[in-house]
């Protein structure tokens, strides 16, 4: 019998660890908050039960992170998985903490959600999973506390929901003016025009930006892209309508594969009765799994899941160019062998983060009683994202690092300086 033990991949909190740690490091931040910002305020776990469909009394369990507020209130998205844990919740946190701060938004970092697979339950059963949850939750969420939005699994329904549930536990005389403890809301609740499409015109935005700090254009280029939700669909959207070709798409249920490039809009729509699957698509062809990764392409996008990318096939990517729609979808070692192969990695704080400057400006709506137009909502998310990307390429070319470290070293001072100013630690 052998003895040796096979090495467990890493998770993706010792992930985001090793990327803190290492750019703590690189700048010499204060040990004191070095102290602060490596561990999470708090990790709120609740269990609750509610009926089914069928008369049964199930048991959930539900989870909010909240890293840090130094900069605002938590702010982060609710994912409904079967995988979510309090481990995967704190990683997804303090990469909300992160994301805040280099977007410049008056924001800390959280991500919550609850263990279950959307696909076991009717509509029925999902909105009172919501609501039970929501009501556990209690105060420590708000609007001025911790904001939720959504993420893999939930959508703007989910966040009516709550919506409804938080505002029938306070007084009628504040409930109108409550409708910002959560953003991604739909339009007729206080919804903002285009937070539908931000993240993925964000992903979009940043890979054209990057190209044409390259003295390129997405005329021509092709991209593949794994997992076609809010974020696949609507980046597949824009970079089609700006002249690239998506030759692959991957979901968790079939990999497509189409060299003369498939249409977005038509596997979107295919997806709508499917509770959003690609599969079963007959305008592509379905290839196995595995060969994804190494598809010949311009451009790749991961926007599914973390860990997706790991020191393995690294070495089969062909695209000089992925642009991380998810959270952490590449494990530090893939991350190593990318970047020694030459590869540029635009990192998931800057890249996906068209969605939480989203979340902010309907927070602001709210906040002011406002109704904003939806080309008006894009022209201020344009502007913002671009002054962020600008900002992250010259940390680049100052520090002579790569762009996740950029990106960190920008988010890291930003709130370095917060606590400094305020004395605690000098
Ligand atoms: N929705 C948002 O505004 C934001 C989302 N994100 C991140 O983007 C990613 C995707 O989120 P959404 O599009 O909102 O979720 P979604 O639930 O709308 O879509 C998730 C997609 O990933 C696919 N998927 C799940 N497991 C997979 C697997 N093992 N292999 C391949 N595909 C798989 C699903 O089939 C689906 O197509 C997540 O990492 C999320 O944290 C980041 C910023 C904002
Ligand atoms: O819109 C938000 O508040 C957060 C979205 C989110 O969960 C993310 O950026 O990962």
């Known amino acids: 019998m052998s003895t040796l033990q096979e090495k467990k991949p890493a998770t993706m909190y010792e992930n985001v660890m090793q990327q803190y ?24 776990i609740v269990h609750f039960p509610v009926k089914m469909d069928n008369g049964e009394v199930k048991i959930f369990t539900g989870y909010r992170v909240q890293h840090n507020n130094a900069l605002g209130p938590y702010k982060g998205g609710l994912r409904y998985h079967p995988t979510i844990d309090v481990d995967d919740a704190k990683a997804l946190a303090m990469w909300m903490t992160w994301k805040t701060s280099l977007a410049g938004l008056p924001f800390g970092g959280a991500k919550g959600g609850i263990q279950l697979d959307p696909r076991e339950h009717s509509l029925a059963e999902l909105e009172r999973i919501t609501r039970r949850f929501t009501y556990a939750l209690g105060d420590n969420i708000g609007p001025d506390q911790d904001i939720p939005a959504p993420d893999v699994n939930t959508n703007p329904q989910t966040m009516a929901w709550i919506l409804d ?13 409550n409708n910002h403890i959560v953003t991604g809301k739909p339009v007729g609740s206080g919804g903002l025009e285009g937070r539908d499409r931000a993240t993925g015109f964000g992903v979009f935005l940043t890979i054209k930006l ?47 594969y189409k060299e003369e490039g498939i249409d977005p809009i038509t596997l979107t729509e295919h997806t709508q009765p499917r509770k959003g699957s ?4 007959t305008e592509a062809e379905e290839i196995a799994p595995d060969d994804f990764f190494g598809l010949e392409c311009d451009v790749l996008i991961p926007a599914a899941l ?11 990517v062909k695209a000089n160019l992925i642009a991380e729609g998810a959270n952490g979808p590449i494990t530090t070692e893939g991350e190593e062998v990318l970047l020694k192969r030459g590869i540029t990695i ?4 800057l890249c996906n983060s068209g969605g939480v400057i989203g979340s902010y400006f309907e927070w602001l709506q ?30 680049v070319e100052e520090n002579e690092v790569d762009w996740r470290t950029a990106a960190y070293i920008i988010a890291i001072h930003r709130i370095e300086l917060a606590y400094t100013q305020r004395g605690i630690f000098p």
């Open 21 to 44: 740690n290492q750019v703590a490091n690189l700048v010499g931040l204060n040990e004191n908050i070095k102290k602060i910002l490596g561990i999470t305020n708090n990790e709120i």
């Open 165 to 177: 549930t938080y505002m029938s536990t306070k007084s009628p005389s504040s409930r109108s003016h």
């Open 210 to 256: 990057y190209l044409a700090s390259q003295g390129k254009t997405l005329e021509g280029k092709t991209f593949i892209v794994q997992g076609f939700g809010n974020v696949g669909q609507w980046a597949s959207q824009f970079m089609v309508e700006e002249g690239a070709k998506l030759i692959a798409v991957q979901d968790a249920h079939a990999t497509l």
């Open 278 to 281: 690609i599969a079963g698509f």
């Open 306 to 316: 973390g860990n997706q990318i790991n020191q393995d096939n690294a070495l089969s």
């Open 346 to 349: 635009i990192p998931d704080i």
């Open 366 to 395: 709210n906040r002011h009683g406002e109704i904003w137009q939806l080309d008006e909502v894009m022209q201020k998310i344009e502007k913002k994202l671009t002054e962020n990307f600008k900002r992250v390429e010259k940390a």
